[in-house]
């Protein structure tokens, strides 16, 4: 199966700009994550979709961090206007959510890295 | 909440070593997962583990549900072995995935 494309790789952009990432999960995987993954720290979740519904956001700064998920597949994530802090790279993963052997094993994208000057 | 808790946090490691690397949690989890993420920042899920023992090749997992462990071993460990390891687990109602900090591993030739 094809895995979990991410694009951009790689976005430099200045203070105060907006930037939008792309995530197309694999298919038939309903639960679709965005995962903020500053250097030297482990993923941090920032939101995850169950098809186009939000189960959890608890995380994102919604003052300056957007997602959506249309038609329950591809997904953006948008960031305006960006800070410093949120260098880091962005992982998209999606998931087969059930209670079977295997539901919940997450497939993660090459991932999106930001720099902000 | 309930907390997963990995260690080493950093392992150096000479080629063609074995190793262990344990992962704690403090309530009882579900589908339990291995991740190694590459130093080119690709994560890769090793095993989906939610108790039992698996084995890929040089890599094997044990979970012990009940004592609220698992293990990740390591043999005959090669350079490009090296990266990070986390371990995951969904907790509660299997909505939200609680990781660990992950185990750093550098194995020199």
């Known amino acids: 199966e094809a895995g979990v494309a991410q694009s951009p790789r790689y976005k430099i952009i200045e203070k105060r700009q907006s930037v939008a990432f792309w995530c197309n999960p694999i298919s038939g995987h309903a639960t679709l994550y965005w995962y903020q993954q500053i250097l030297g720290q482990g993923p941090k979740l920032l939101i995850q979709?169950?098809?186009?519904?939000?189960?959890?956001d608890s995380q994102l700064p919604k003052d300056r961090f957007s997602a959506e998920r249309l038609k329950g597949v591809d997904s953006t994530l948008k960031i305006q206007p960006a800070k410093l802090e949120d260098s880091a790279v962005y992982l998209c993963?999606?998931?087969?959510?059930?209670?079977?052997?295997?539901?919940?094993?997450?497939?993660f994208g090459a991932g999106s890295r930001l720099t902000v000057l | 909440g309930i907390q997963v808790e990995q260690s080493p946090p950093d392992l150096i490691l000479q080629e063609g070593a074995n190793s262990t690397l344990r992962c704690n949690f403090s309530d009882s989890v579900n589908n339990l997962q291995w991740f190694h993420q590459n130093p080119w920042g690709q994560l890769i899920n090793l095993f989906y583990i939610p108790s039992g023992t698996k084995q890929n090749g040089r890599l094997s997992a044990t979970t012990v549900a009940t004592e609220r462990y698992s293990l990740l071993y390591i043999s005959s460990s090669q350079t490009t072995d090296s990266g990070v390891y986390f371990c995951a687990a969904y907790a509660g109602n299997n909505r939200k995935l609680i990781w660990g900090l992950g185990t750093s591993l550098a194995v020199n030739p």
């Open positions: 993963a999606s998931s087969r959510p059930g209670t079977f052997s295997g539901a919940n094993v997450l497939t």
């Open positions: 979709f169950q098809n186009n519904g939000v189960v959890d």
